[in-house]
């Protein structure tokens, strides 16, 4: 599993988001990547592969490279683990 956490330097919210993104992967021991991306509207190419729309974006990614769950807008540590942890440990919420 890993983590991918979109961003942008202008966007206040991404800022508030960065650390407790940071806080959530050290918690939970999943890797987390972050891509600046201030052109997110504008063709970044690693946005439009994972359809970001809106930022701060974090995306979990199965062990297969697949998009588990997301989240966009900013988010507390205990929303992101209501959002993340059923997924955890081989969790399916399908």
């Keep these: 599993m890993q983590l991918i956490f ?5 966007c206040p919210p991404c800022k508030q988001m960065q ?9 939970t021991g999943i890797p987390l990547y972050t891509f600046r991306s ?4 504008d063709g970044n190419a690693m946005a ?3 359809h970001v729309h ?16 997301r989240t966009e807008a900013l988010h507390t540590l205990e ?3 209501a959002a993340f942890d059923p997924y ?6 399908e």
């Design 54 to 69: 809106h930022i701060p974006c974090l995306i979990l990614l199965g062990e297969d490279g697949r998009e588990l769950t």
């Design 48 to 50: 439009r592969q994972h």
């Design 38 to 41: 201030d052109d997110v509207y």
């Design 19 to 27: 650390p407790i993104a940071e806080q959530y992967a050290a918690q």
């Design 88 to 93: 955890l440990n081989g969790g399916n919420t």
């Design 6 to 10: 979109f961003h942008a330097n202008y």
């Design 79 to 81: 929303t992101l683990h």
